[in-house]
């Protein structure tokens, strides 16, 4: 892996931040636990996304922060079990970049580069931990496909 995702997730040069975006149909932010193994965040931050413009009717837009002292060991496998469970609570999870989210963009072309993993329920994850593989016609058709399922 490149330490281009190390940068990006340590971004403020202090601590790593794992930010997964989870939409769901409950009143109230899932309880998620994002224990995996060893790896445990320090704090995890949850923020509920205003959707002024109704762009998803009926479900609201989860954020967690998940806060790290440094970015985890095995960072693949242990997004993977994030997203899963993410999926669990709701139709659609990804993980984006700090600075990444918009209502206006949510995983359109714009900010293929800006999200790394993503999944729907009862699916496959899917993660693009290198620039390289973020910026390729295949990833934003898999960003186009699960922002199909958000339209549904």
Do not use: K
């Not at 960072?75 to 600075?99: H, I, K, M, Q, S």
């Not at 963009?105 to 496959?124: F, K, W």
């Amino acid at each position: 892996m490149g330490d281009n995702i190390t940068e990006a997730l340590m971004w403020d040069g202090v601590q790593c931040m794992i930010s997964v975006f989870v939409v769901h149909t409950g009143e109230t932010a899932p309880a998620l636990d994002f224990h995996a193994g060893q790896v445990v965040p320090r704090q995890v931050r949850v923020y509920q996304l205003e959707d002024e413009d109704d762009r998803l009717p009926g479900r609201r837009l989860i954020e967690y922060d998940l806060i790290f002292d440094e970015v985890p060991g095995e960072l693949a496998g242990y997004l993977d079990v994030c997203l899963r469970r993410a999926c669990e609570a709701g139709p659609v999870a990804w993980l984006g970049f700090e600075g990444s989210f918009h209502f206006d963009h949510l995983l359109t072309p714009e900010i293929a580069a800006q999200i790394y993993g993503v999944c729907t329920a009862g699916a496959p994850v899917e993660l693009a931990l290198e620039e390289e593989e973020r910026t390729r016609p295949r990833w934003r058709e898999v960003l186009r496909r699960h922002a199909d399922a958000l339209a549904s």
